[in-house]
């Protein structure tokens, strides 16, 4: 089945499937239970309409999805708990512009109850409430393990307990200077590389002649080292300098990284070198200007000067449109942006894959939609409490596996019983009939979870991961030496901290 007509088929289905199923799909029986338009006789309506604020950096097709399922959400919380809500959706432009806005906001008391929100981000928020802790930001620890409203202790919402989410990406919200939990996964995404199957696999046997078939030369693809990768995308620069009429000559570089600072963390995590940490004290440490990843950008630069990669920092703008035009081979950008890798006309078929790692330590960076409750207007503490109630509906299996299905290409489910929805079974499938971003979703479920990493949060942490990703960048570009461009990246986070 093709893939656009594939998610045709699954957004109708669930959505005709709303007002009667609490979200799930009408061949599956999920504990979200059934939504009626009058509210049980055995519950009293008591209390105003409790109005909640949820802001969010989706476009149109996930914004309208967030508004159908706060409705539904409204309407099983009357029926089970006679309580009126009113969730209110609403963009607010990208992550930056969310931070600006709240961290602005909490001056003049113009903040959401419910926020998407980067670690990074709510490591801010966090230090923004000074020396008066909980002012702004709701630790979520007492609500999930709460024995009557806890995770996976309230049917009608459909929720799973606290097992049943995956463990990289709860650890996630625990990664502050402060014990607790103060951030939520919803959907997440982690780096992929993508490929372009003609060429690399014309490429492959020249490179190494034992590489004859299919499944060997996918084999090689997906057990690779990032050292492996870079002797192969040397042989292909040599090759198309050697043999300039070759049609694939159109490469301009073999391989493009969408993200210098992942790039950066990634091997930092991998060759077990010094980043970021919280001292004894709990105050960020700054880390990352040492012998070691001084070496390994040295080693990168003279690999960028050979004509091997580049990045989105050298080239500014993302390697999916080289990718596309087929001025790349290869393209490793985040697998919650699948969708853009897609050839126009398909032109070439896409292969996906492993990002390849070092030392033998398949580390990866975990992308995404996160969210956090942040106290606003709420004396008694309802918005909180209801507010996380809609996380865990969010994240109810049914619900998230429609959120990442649909309007969200590459995104993955929080959740373990997600993943076996008739839904989200049905688009993996797709995978195995060769589209590349069902296949994406089934690479970051079964090839890569268990093996995130997690970076510390503090105030200062958001401007490191931008100032070691510059190091790459002003380095390659001869805008500054290795030892300039890492003492630079230090002084400017320690200003933010």
Not at 55 to 82: C, D, I, M, P, R
Not at 188 to 212: A, C, G, H, Q, R
Not at 330 to 354: A, L, R
Request: charged share 20%.
């Amino acid at each position: 089945m093709n893939l656009k007509k594939a998610l045709t088929l699954f957004s109708v289905i669930p959505m005709l499937a709303l007002t009667a199923c609490g979200g799930s799909t009408s061949s599956e029986n999920t504990s979200a239970g059934t939504n009626n338009s009058s509210v049980s006789s055995s519950v009293n309506v008591s209390g105003d309409t409790l109005e909640i604020e949820f802001w969010h950096t989706s476009g149109k097709g996930l914004a309208e999805v967030y508004e159908k399922y706060a409705t539904q959400f409204e309407k099983l919380v009357l029926e089970n708990e006679g309580k009126k809500i009113d969730i209110t959706p609403s963009y607010q432009g990208g992550y930056d512009d969310v931070l600006e806005k709240i961290t602005k906001g909490f001056a003049t008391n113009n903040y959401p109850n419910i926020t998407v929100a980067y670690p990074d981000h709510v490591a801010e928020y966090l230090e923004s409430e000074g020396t008066n802790p909980g002012k702004y930001v709701v630790n979520l620890e007492s609500y999930i393990n709460d024995a009557t409203i806890g995770l996976g202790k309230e049917s009608y919402i459909g929720d799973g307990d606290k097992d049943d989410v995956v463990k990289g990406f709860y650890n996630e919200g625990t990664s502050y200077k402060r014990e607790g939990v103060y951030s939520f996964p919803v959907m997440k995404s982690s780096e992929i590389m993508f490929y372009n199957k003609e060429l690399v696999f014309e490429y492959l046997p020249m490179f190494d002649d034992s590489l004859t078939t299919s499944s060997k030369k996918e084999e090689f693809l997906n057990t690779m080292s990032w050292s492996q990768f870079m002797s192969f995308l040397s042989f292909v620069k040599t090759y198309m300098n050697q043999h300039p009429d070759h049609p694939g000559n159109n490469i301009q570089v073999p391989a493009f990284y969408d993200s210098d600072s992942n790039l950066m963390i990634s091997k930092m995590y991998q060759n077990n070198y010094p980043y970021l940490s919280i001292n004894d004290e709990g105050k960020g440490s700054v880390d990352f200007n040492n012998a070691d990843n001084k070496a390994f950008v040295t080693t990168l630069k003279q690999q960028y000067d050979a004509g091997l990669i580049t990045t989105k920092g050298v080239e500014n703008e993302y390697g999916s449109a080289w990718f596309k035009e087929e001025k790349t081979l290869f393209d490793i950008g985040s697998s919650g942006g699948s969708g853009y890798q897609n050839p126009t006309g398909g032109q070439f078929t896409v292969g996906v894959c492993k990002v390849p790692a070092d030392n033998n330590n398949p580390l990866y960076v975990s992308q995404g939609v996160s969210m956090a409750i942040l106290k606003h207007d709420d004396p008694t503490g309802e918005k909180a409490k209801y507010a996380y109630k809609f996380l865990k509906y969010l994240t109810s299996a049914s619900v998230n596996a429609y959120l990442c299905v649909n309007g969200s290409e590459g995104y993955i489910p929080v959740r373990k019983s997600a993943y076996k929805t008739k839904l989200f079974s049905n688009y993996l499938a797709e995978g195995e009939e060769g589209e590349f971003v069902p296949k994406v979703a089934d690479i970051v479920i079964n090839q890569i979870d268990g093996h995130y990493l997690t970076t510390p949060c503090f105030k200062g942490s958001a401007k490191a991961r931008d100032e070691v990703g510059s190091i790459l960048t002003r380095v390659f570009k001869n805008n500054a030496t290795v030892d300039q461009a890492f003492a630079d990246a230090v002084t400017e986070t320690k200003k933010a901290m």
